[in-house]
């Protein structure tokens, strides 16, 4: 019984191109958040959503946009793909914007060729 | 603003060794520390979280991690590696959307 699962698990696309991954959670949580892990293993959050108003946007080029249809949904968006945009991207979950841990995905791995 | 630091990229240990993987924050009011690990090609795991009282607290799989305030480090550490451990270790502080995460430490196991 997954607690919060992406799809798709990989992605490989060309530079140019629009996809979207898409994020849902059964835990009941209001908090939903889209991570970015690079090569080197760095997560960075890119957006997160409360009771589907997005509360952070960190700095992300514009290509990028989320979308929370209802609080268990947060799915990403990405126009004009770019070769730097291949990473593997994490979804998260939370109780609330102030609850203590975070629960993660599986993650999708993009690849831009 | 909040901030973890992991001074350890890559540590090796051999198996049945002890462990303790460095993690220190800065975080303005009371943390909520957490280490969680990511095995190769999946997600994020949660191994242990403090939020108060006592300051040494248990997790899954045989880790555990102290607390110090004065230190403002929230070291993991696991007395008897297994190879099954070699995995991404990730300090993170804060709670929920303002949790923010360290760089990582990369544990190899040696037979």
């Known amino acids: 019984d997954t607690a919060v699962s992406q799809t798709p698990k990989y992605l490989v696309t060309q530079m140019g191109n629009d996809k979207s991954i898409k994020c849902e959670q059964n835990?009941?949580?209001?908090?939903m958040y889209w991570y970015k892990q690079d090569s080197k293993k760095f997560l960075k959050i890119m957006f997160s959503?409360?009771?589907?108003?997005?509360?952070i946007n960190e700095t992300v080029p514009n290509r990028f946009s989320p979308k929370s249809p209802d609080k268990a949904h947060l799915n990403l968006h990405i126009n004009s793909l770019e070769l730097g945009d291949s990473a593997v991207y994490f979804c998260a979950s939370s109780l609330g914007r102030r609850s203590y841990e975070q629960y993660f995905g599986p993650g999708t791995r993009l690849t831009v060729t | 603003a909040q901030s973890v630091t992991q001074p350890d990229i890559h540590i090796t240990v051999s198996e049945g060794a002890s462990l303790e993987l460095r993690c220190n924050y800065s975080y303005g009011a009371t943390p909520y520390l957490f280490w969680y690990v990511q095995s190769p090609g999946q997600g994020l795991q949660l191994l242990l979280k403090y939020f108060s009282g006592d300051t040494l607290v248990q997790g899954i799989k045989g880790f555990e991690a102290e607390f110090k305030r004065s230190q403002s480090s929230f070291n993991l550490r696991k007395p008897s590696v297994h190879w099954s451990d070699a995995a991404e270790y990730f300090c993170a502080v804060g709670p929920g959307a303002d949790m923010r995460f360290g760089a990582g430490t990369r544990l190899t196991v040696k037979p």
């Open positions: 959503y409360n009771n589907k108003e997005l509360i």
């Open positions: 835990l009941g949580h209001d908090t």
